[in-house]
């Protein structure tokens, strides 16, 4: 896990006064959610990739206090299962997705202020549990669950937890707006423990196995 020690530049808007986490910038979901949070005026602070939990509590120390978490970590994977490889298969798209998920989310919530947002980004097709995409869908309906247990723990000190499901053929940048609704407190205040579906529509054709 590494941590870029600069920010954004940042402009004016609905998020003026905030500060957000935003994690795996190196692929381009992250860059783009990181540079919507900071054209509506948030201070983002920049975090390369989640995967690994050893480094967690330093640097947890190392950001300080901030309002929102955003994460993108999704294990994107949808080849066919062989006997050879299902396990290993299922085992990485956990500890990509949920593991990473649940243990950053749970060491940054003690570090955020009251009232901030945690914004969960899941695997795409979650709602297609057939045989290319099992291991996926497995990890995505985790963090849907993952994400109402938080957002009822956290609830008392007014954190909400939200998954964004993105679809496939949409741009990072047409996403955007999505988490930056969710980042807003004043648009989003009672939105909370909810897995939003942002992939217009039915979900693309799965990949043949042949």
Same mark, same amino acid.
């Given at each position: 896990?590494?941590?870029? #020690?600069?920010?954004?530049?940042?402009?004016?808007?609905?998020?003026?006064?905030?500060?957000?986490?935003?994690?795996?910038?190196? #692929? *381009?979901?992250?860059? #783009?959610?990181?540079?919507?949070?900071?054209?509506?005026?948030?201070?983002?602070?920049?975090?390369?990739? @989640?995967? *690994?939990?050893?480094?967690?509590?330093?640097?947890?120390?190392?950001?300080?206090? /901030?309002?929102?978490?955003?994460?993108?970590?999704?294990?994107?994977?949808?080849?066919?299962?062989?006997?050879?490889? *299902?396990?290993?298969?299922?085992?990485?798209?956990?500890?990509?997705?949920?593991?990473?998920? /649940?243990?950053?989310?749970?060491?940054?919530? &003690?570090?955020?202020?009251?009232?901030? &947002? @945690?914004?969960?980004?899941?695997?795409?097709?979650?709602?297609?549990?057939?045989?290319?995409?099992?291991?996926?869908? #497995?990890?995505?309906?985790? @963090?849907?669950?993952?994400?109402?247990?938080?957002?009822?723990?956290?609830?008392?000190?007014? @954190?909400?937890?939200?998954?964004?499901?993105?679809?496939?053929?949409?741009?990072?940048?047409?996403?955007?707006?999505?988490?930056?609704?969710?980042?807003?407190?004043?648009?989003?205040?009672?939105?909370?423990?909810?897995?939003? *579906?942002?992939?217009?529509?039915?979900?693309?054709?799965?990949?043949?196995?042949?």
């Amino acid at each position: 896990m590494s941590v870029r #020690a600069e920010s954004v530049p940042r402009a004016g808007g609905r998020l003026t006064g905030i500060t957000a986490l935003v994690t795996d910038v190196d #692929a *381009d979901m992250g860059r #783009a959610m990181a540079l919507a949070l900071a054209h509506e005026g948030a201070d983002v602070r920049l975090i390369h990739h @989640i995967s *690994d939990t050893a480094q967690l509590d330093r640097v947890a120390r190392d950001l300080g206090r /901030f309002d929102v978490l955003v994460t993108n970590t999704a294990f994107e994977w949808r080849r066919g299962l062989g006997a050879a490889d *299902d396990v290993a298969a299922l085992e990485r798209a956990f500890r990509m997705n949920i593991e990473a998920a /649940f243990a950053f989310s749970e060491a940054m919530a &003690a570090r955020m202020n009251d009232g901030g &947002a @945690i914004i969960l980004t899941a695997p795409m097709r979650h709602r297609q549990p057939v045989e290319p995409i099992r291991a996926l869908v #497995a990890a995505a309906h985790g @963090i849907s669950t993952l994400t109402a247990s938080l957002a009822e723990r956290l609830a008392g000190r007014r @954190i909400r937890v939200n998954t964004v499901v993105p679809g496939e053929a949409a741009a990072p940048a047409a996403l955007a707006p999505v988490y930056v609704f969710l980042a807003a407190s004043a648009e989003s205040g009672l939105v909370n423990g909810i897995t939003l *579906d942002a992939t217009s529509g039915p979900p693309p054709p799965l990949p043949s196995l042949k």
